[in-house]
């Protein structure tokens, strides 16, 4: 059975997408930490961050400092934070957060529940930024 993120790429399932090419997509995260906290994952469905091929492996920082590059323009905050967990759901992926904090980046605070609307916009700053 296909990752959520899978369902994702192939369009079975919405999301607020912020960059994309041939090989990566990034979108908003459902559940922020923060607004503009984006994921970053591989077209390809590998488990693990670091079972990827490498040619996807060292791919997936230079989009990911791309997408950051954007949310960095986009989103007030002192940087963007990345964290490689893996453990949501079973399909590589890279957090990019916003950050003024370390505790910005503590998972285990209360997630933020943002509007579709609300998203739509952050989404659209973050692809035009």
Not at 59 to 80: L, S, T
Not at 96 to 124: C, G, H, N, Y
């Amino acid at each position: 059975m296909p990752s959520l993120f899978t369902r994702i790429i192939q369009g079975e399932i919405p999301c607020h997408r912020v960059g994309e090419d041939d090989r990566f997509l990034a979108f908003l995260d459902i559940a922020p930490l923060r607004e503009g906290h984006t994921l970053v994952i591989p077209k390809v469905e590998v488990d693990r961050f670091f079972d990827l091929p490498a040619d996807v492996l060292s791919g997936i920082m230079p989009f990911a400092q791309e997408v950051a590059a954007r949310i960095q323009k986009a989103i007030p905050c002192d940087r963007v934070g990345v964290a490689v967990i893996g453990l949501e759901v079973p399909h590589a992926h890279v957090h990019l957060i916003p950050i003024d904090r370390m505790s910005d980046m503590d998972f285990a605070r209360p997630k933020l529940d943002l509007t579709q609307d609300a998203l739509a916009v952050i989404a659209e700053r973050i692809r035009t930024a």
